[in-house]
């Protein structure tokens, strides 16, 4: 990477300044984004000031970085600009702060969470957002837990209600999303199929799925099988394909599969989904994850208990910000992209 594609900072206070990645404009992350100095946040009674030590990237950066799909201005982020300069959810680091009513946690606690703002030196969580970093992961891996692993367990347990000798199919497998939820079904005891492109198959494999399918050279996902659930993270497949690989009383969780549309950018299957599933046998959904405590929890017990490890592709400095949006959305990863800060 050359120097001048680097973000770099403007001239700035010290003290209270603190490096971040800022965007004033809707627009692609390579136009709108650069690297300045601003103050630190300020932290509310039920928050934690987190020392960044690593930031995770996932698609939905890209989201509230473009302001696309539209629908995405409405949900809170800005109708005409991003009301958030910082961009960034997923955190680990340490607490630099606590707040009058926070309980739980200390200055000096390393943590991972989501917080407003993570692409920047400092960040702001609600406690309740926030969890003890997994003693065996290093920040970077950390990192890259929070949004995509939460999804993945939610979809797992709370939506496709996964059990003992279930038949599962994750496509996508490959993804910051599937990664886990490959893991994650695993651990829950089912027999998992994961679907990817050829370059990925051997890291589907190492995540432990007992048979990967590569869907370049292979078309059938079903291979004269059904499942109990289909987790779909990264196709778009119509739903007539994807029942039929339904057992009659099985479930499909649609996750993602995007397809650029500036107002539903991809969502109209979700629609169609939950406006037919309850004339069906089949349960037929989708929802929109949200990162707790009590979920960090979960997961840091699966990844202390070995079941669930995050698979980190590529790390870059905080600088690189766009770049690494990038090659996430080119989707050349395999796994996360993670920013490395401080």
């Known amino acids: ?21 800022v965007q004033d404009e809707y627009g692609e992350p390579g136009t709108v984004l650069r690297l300045e100095e601003i103050d630190r946040p300020r932290i509310a009674d039920d ?6 030590a690593a930031a995770g990237v996932d698609r939905g950066v890209w989201h509230v970085v473009a302001g696309l799909p539209l629908p995405i201005r409405l949900a809170g982020f800005g109708i005409r600009r991003p009301k958030n300069r910082v961009p960034g959810t997923d955190l680990s680091g340490r607490v630099e702060a606590v707040g009058e009513g926070v309980t739980k946690l200390r200055p000096g606690d390393e943590v991972f ?14 406690e309740s957002r926030v969890a003890l970093k997994p003693a065996n992961l290093t920040f970077e891996q950390a990192a890259a837990l929070p949004v995509s692993a939460a999804t993945a367990l939610q979809a797992v347990r709370d939506h496709g209600h996964v059990q003992r000798g279930h038949q599962v199919l994750v496509i996508g497998a490959s993804g910051g999303v599937g990664t886990f939820a490959v893991q994650i079904a695993k651990a829950f005891g089912a027999e998992v199929t994961g679907v990817c492109s050829t370059a990925k198959v051997g890291l589907v494999r190492s995540l432990g799925a ?17 499942y109990d659930v289909i987790l779909d993270i990264g196709g778009n497949r119509r739903l007539s394909m994807l029942r039929k690989l339904l057992t009659p009383r099985g479930t499909l969780v649609i996750i993602g599969g995007e397809t650029g549309g500036r107002v539903l950018g991809g969502t109209q299957r979700q629609i169609r989904a939950m406006l037919l599933s309850p004339f069906v046998g089949q349960k037929l959904g989708t929802f929109v994850a949200a990162v707790n405590a009590a979920d960090l929890a979960a997961l840091s017990d699966l990844v202390a208990s070995g079941e669930v490890a995050p698979a980190v592709d590529r790390t870059f400095p905080l600088a690189e910000a766009r770049d690494a ?12 992209v993670v920013l490395s800060v401080s």
């Open 210 to 226: 007992d048979r990967v399918i590569d869907y370049a050279r292979d078309g059938d996902l079903g291979g004269g099988r059904r």
């Open 1 to 21: 990477m050359s120097a001048e594609r680097h973000l770099r900072p403007t001239e700035g206070r010290q003290g209270t300044a603190m490096r971040a990645v």
């Open 47 to 52: 928050e934690v000031l987190v020392r960044v």
């Open 113 to 126: 969470g989501v917080g407003m703002g993570s692409f920047a030196e400092y960040v702001r969580a609600k």
């Open 325 to 336: 949006i990038g090659y996430l959305q080119a989707g050349s990863a395999r796994g996360k």
